[in-house]
């Protein structure tokens, strides 16, 4: 009596999911609503003067759990540091955001950008000229060299936003 009960029962719920509406979404055509912190592809920015802000610091090397990012450390005439390649193995990459939230110059940055699918694996290394957008991201005002205490080309040492000038430790002494 029982299994007669359940096998009824399980015939209801079946026919009342037959009558119900739909919830295809027809990808393609219509996109997916993303919530406001998806962690999507990776992307490297740029400061508002246009240059790269990423100062190859590795911190986001560190910081990456699965090592699925390498970049290697120059600088310029200027003295202003960058990547002289910079690589994401998206294969190995868990979009955990580690790497977003160690880099002290926001260059690093994970968009909205959910579509990399690909049948060979090597297509999922991303250099340093398919990861660099020609805008600043989520910080558009934001220039680290600016607001660091660095001498670069145009800048010298306190003369950066809000900077004080270098004090002479010879000056503390009595």
């Given at each position: 009596m029982?299994?007669i009960?359940?096998s009824?029962?399980?015939?209801?719920h079946?026919?009342g999911?037959?009558l119900?509406?739909?919830?295809?979404?027809?990808?393609?055509?219509?996109?997916?609503?993303?919530?406001?912190?998806?962690?999507?592809?990776?992307?490297?920015?740029?400061d508002?003067?246009?240059?790269?802000?990423?100062v190859?610091c590795?911190?986001?090397?560190?910081a990456?759990?699965?090592?699925c990012?390498?970049l290697?450390?120059?600088?310029?005439?200027?003295g202003?540091?960058?990547?002289?390649?910079?690589?994401?193995?998206?294969?190995?990459?868990?979009?955990?955001?580690?790497?977003?939230?160690?880099?002290?110059t926001?260059?690093?940055?994970?968009?909205?950008?959910?579509?990399m699918?690909?049948y060979?694996?090597?297509?999922?290394?991303?250099?340093?000229?398919?990861?660099?957008?020609?805008?600043?991201?989520?910080?558009?005002?934001?220039?680290?060299?600016?607001?660091a205490?660095?001498?670069?080309?145009?800048?010298?040492?306190?003369e950066?936003?809000?900077?004080?000038?270098?004090s002479?430790p010879?000056?503390?002494?009595?």
């Amino acid at each position: 009596m029982k299994a007669i009960f359940n096998s009824i029962k399980t015939m209801w719920h079946i026919f009342g999911h037959t009558l119900r509406p739909r919830e295809t979404i027809q990808y393609p055509d219509e996109r997916p609503a993303i919530a406001p912190r998806w962690r999507g592809r990776i992307i490297l920015s740029r400061d508002p003067d246009g240059l790269e802000r990423c100062v190859a610091c590795y911190l986001c090397a560190a910081a990456c759990p699965v090592d699925c990012i390498a970049l290697q450390a120059t600088e310029d005439a200027d003295g202003r540091r960058y990547p002289e390649f910079f690589r994401i193995n998206f294969s190995r990459c868990i979009f955990c955001g580690y790497c977003e939230e160690a880099c002290p110059t926001y260059a690093i940055q994970l968009s909205p950008d959910f579509e990399m699918g690909e049948y060979e694996r090597q297509n999922l290394v991303y250099e340093k000229e398919h990861l660099l957008i020609s805008g600043p991201g989520k910080y558009p005002d934001y220039n680290f060299y600016r607001v660091a205490g660095l001498a670069v080309g145009g800048k010298d040492k306190g003369e950066a936003d809000g900077e004080d000038p270098p004090s002479d430790p010879w000056d503390l002494m009595p």
